[in-house]
């Protein structure tokens, strides 16, 4: 069977490949590989068997495959084998179980490292940059080791190793969401989210700097926001959906971050993986009632059009 090389779910899996070799590289080869071979061999086995069961024939599914990719890139490193493998197991039976008019209504990712995180003592660095005062490691380094600001912000590293370069992550995250026709999404939610916490910043008087090394490069923000709010199945399609979901969604993550923070920082849960199931949720709905946008070039500038939907 001829493979399609310009499927973008091919260069989705490419780009994957490589924030691989850089956590590699970065953890080492046994902290890294295991996890990411048993979630995306489970998945893609899986996903596989019931298709069989389903159609007798052996397709290869590389929504599966990727799916597979970044549960094992999410997680921390070094997970016991049996925790990657449940994680990939629910995410592909929730695929194929949890559907509406022939498509995904969850990120199955999102769905089954959110629910895997209540059955093991995993960390998926709860609610993304420790708390509201500062993080950990970044957090130790600008007020102990009275670093500089842009100090700390180079030395910030999320807890997924997925994020392991923040670098990586931005460039390739933003050719695959270029390539699935998302960066309108993707662009408008880092964005809103970056100036929400800037004003966070500003209203309590902490550092603009170190408020984003915590919630931007050491938060997985980017491999969160490029990779998986992403996804063409449970997100919008049309160019106004993208701007409104950004948007909604930024706030909702904002929101729920600070919530969990205040209120519940004990409980087992990533406030970035609840806000993208509830984005999954909205992402019809939206498509069907915003305000149709396009973006056209006009000379030196753009134009951008917009009508009632229908």
Not at 69 to 85: A, K
Not at 198 to 206: E, K, L, M, S
Request: hydrophobic share 55%; aromatic share 12%; charged share 15%.
């Amino acid at each position: 069977m001829l493979v399609d090389r310009t499927d973008p779910r091919l260069h989705v899996i490419f780009y994957l490949s490589i924030l691989v070799i850089v956590a590699t590289y970065a953890y080492g080869m046994e902290y890294v590989l295991p996890q990411v071979a048993i979630a995306t061999f489970t998945g893609s086995f899986l996903d596989m068997t019931l298709r069989f069961v389903k159609d007798g024939r052996w397709l290869f599914s590389k929504g599966a495959a990727i799916s597979g990719l970044i549960i094992g890139l999410i997680m921390t490193r070094g997970q016991v084998w049996y925790i990657p493998l449940v994680a990939a197991v629910l995410a592909i039976v929730s695929k194929h179980i949890i559907r509406w008019k022939g498509t995904n209504v969850l990120n199955p990712a999102a769905l089954s490292l959110a629910v895997t995180s209540f059955l093991f003592p995993i960390d998926l660095q709860l609610h993304h940059a420790g708390h509201l005062e500062g993080g950990a490691r970044l957090y130790f380094a600008y007020s102990y080791l009275r670093l500089g600001s842009w100090d700390a912000f180079v030395l910030s590293r999320h807890g997924w190793i997925g994020s392991a370069s923040a670098v990586g992550v931005l460039l390739l995250g933003f050719l695959a969401a270029y390539e699935v026709r998302r960066h309108i999404l993707a662009l408008t939610f880092l964005t809103a989210h970056i100036g929400l916490f800037i004003g966070f910043a500003i209203a309590t008087d902490q550092d603009i700097i170190v408020r984003l090394s915590l919630e931007i490069v050491a938060s997985g923000v980017l491999f969160f926001t490029f990779f998986m709010l992403t996804d063409p199945p449970t997100s919008t399609a049309t160019e106004g959906g993208q701007l409104v979901l950004g948007l909604a969604t930024a706030v909702t993550a904002f929101a729920l971050r600070l919530a969990l923070s205040l209120v519940a920082p004990s409980l087992p849960c990533n406030s970035l993986l609840f806000t993208l199931l509830v984005a999954n949720f909205s992402a019809p709905f939206v498509d069907r009632k915003a305000v149709r946008i396009s973006v056209q070039r006009r000379g030196c500038g753009f134009e951008i059009r917009g009508s009632s939907p229908s």
